[in-house]
């Protein structure tokens, strides 16, 4: 496993697979950030009425690779869980994709504020 996560150490996306009900996948790529306490715990947001959230919503099962801004593929695909979370854990993915992305993601929760977005936060589990 460590060798599985050592891949996404200095990654600044990852390519997120989601399933339909049909069972094709639909790749994302999304900004992440680890949790430094448990690095196999990755944190993302995206709109409540993204495509993503609804497919997680029905099937938790989740790919996972390093990639670019594009979804090149910068790494192996490695398999994980996904889950919604809010309250204290939404809270703390937030703090550590502002750490990570710094102005970028400030700018960005700026303008969804002021639109009036609010964000889903998901924590994918890497096995």
Known sequence: MPDALAQFASAKYISLETFRKTGVGVRTPVWFAADPDAPELFYVYSAPDAGKVKRIRNNPHVRVAPSDIRGNLRGAW??????????????????????????????????????????????????
Do not use: P, T
């Open 78 to 127: 490695v398999e994980a869980q996904a889950r919604l979370v809010d309250g204290v854990e939404a809270d703390k993915g937030q703090q550590l994709l502002r750490q990570k992305y710094g102005w970028m993601k400030r700018i960005g929760d700026f303008f969804a504020s002021f639109r009036k977005r609010k964000q889903a936060v998901l924590q994918i589990s890497v096995r």
